[in-house]
């Protein structure tokens, strides 16, 4: 099965693919073990995309206990090249409010006690190139499907990825700020490299579902669940346009 054209991997509130046509059900084991979930195969037009729900289609696995090896493993072994990662974030920066799209350039990872790495004891080490952490051509495929589809896309940006699953200080997200984050979210690392490292094509579709803590015009504001699903509802009716384009 190599004529994957696309995996989509959904984050917080984005447990399904609209659109998704003629859908066939994986449910695969990896050498890494198994998946968030099922994989859900499909058409979006004339095209097969894949589909896998990164915490599970009931939401019910942590940023902190994914297993990310497994996900990008077993997109890989049902034929996908091409991985594009959606993610709820929250904005730290003026052009990231609540319900923007865009499409981050850097990362810098937060993260810890993760398994980022598919090097193993006694494997081959690799020190994969990562200055930058997206795939060029994969970007520019993105950022060209929002021109042609007319949908708002911020196209730079720069990810912090934290550990949650508790969200950040006031004082955190300010770090971060100055280290020159401008999207926050707990589930791009070590998916990034991870590709990376499998050889896999790789971008992130961030939808900003908040400000992050302090960072917008009422400082004190308390990020509720039920905000965050309201704007990434919101903000994923573009999604269907953008990915028939892509
Ligand atoms: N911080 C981290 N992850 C997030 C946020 C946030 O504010 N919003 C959505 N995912």
Redesign the pocket.
């Given at each position: 099965m190599s004529d994957i054209a696309l995996a989509v991997i959904g984050g917080?509130g984005l447990y399904r693919l609209a659109d998704l046509r003629d859908i066939e059900t994986h449910e695969p084991d990896t050498r890494f073990g198994r998946p968030s979930g099922p994989l859900r195969v499909g058409y979006l037009g004339a095209h097969r995309v894949a589909f896998l729900a990164r915490h599970g289609e009931g939401h019910s696995v942590p940023p902190h206990r994914i297993n990310y090896r497994a996900n990008l493993s077993a997109l890989q072994a049902i034929g996908a090249r091409r991985v594009l990662a959606l993610n709820?974030?929250?904005g730290i920066t003026a052009r990231f409010g609540p319900r923007a799209l865009a499409c981050p350039d850097q990362l810098i990872d937060y993260t810890w006690g993760r398994v980022s790495t598919v090097c193993e004891e006694g494997g081959e080490v690799l020190h994969v190139d990562f200055g930058e952490p997206y795939t060029a051509s994969l970007r520019n495929d993105v950022l060209a499907a929002a021109a042609t589809t007319g949908t708002p896309l911020v196209d730079f940006g720069c990810y912090g990825a934290?550990q949650?699953p508790r969200?950040?200080t006031r004082a955190e997200i300010a770090r971060m700020r100055r280290d020159g984050c401008d999207l926050?979210?707990?589930t791009g690392m070590p998916e990034a490299g991870l590709a990376r490292e499998m050889g896999l094509d790789y971008a992130c579709l961030a939808i900003v579902?908040?400000w992050?803590?302090g960072a917008g015009p009422q400082v004190d504001e308390v990020?509720t669940l039920q905000d965050?699903l309201d704007n990434v509802a919101a903000a994923s009716a573009h999604l269907p346009g953008l990915l028939g384009a892509l």
């Open positions: 917080t709820t974030v929250g934290t949650g969200l950040e926050v979210g707990m579902a908040n992050a803590a990020i965050v």
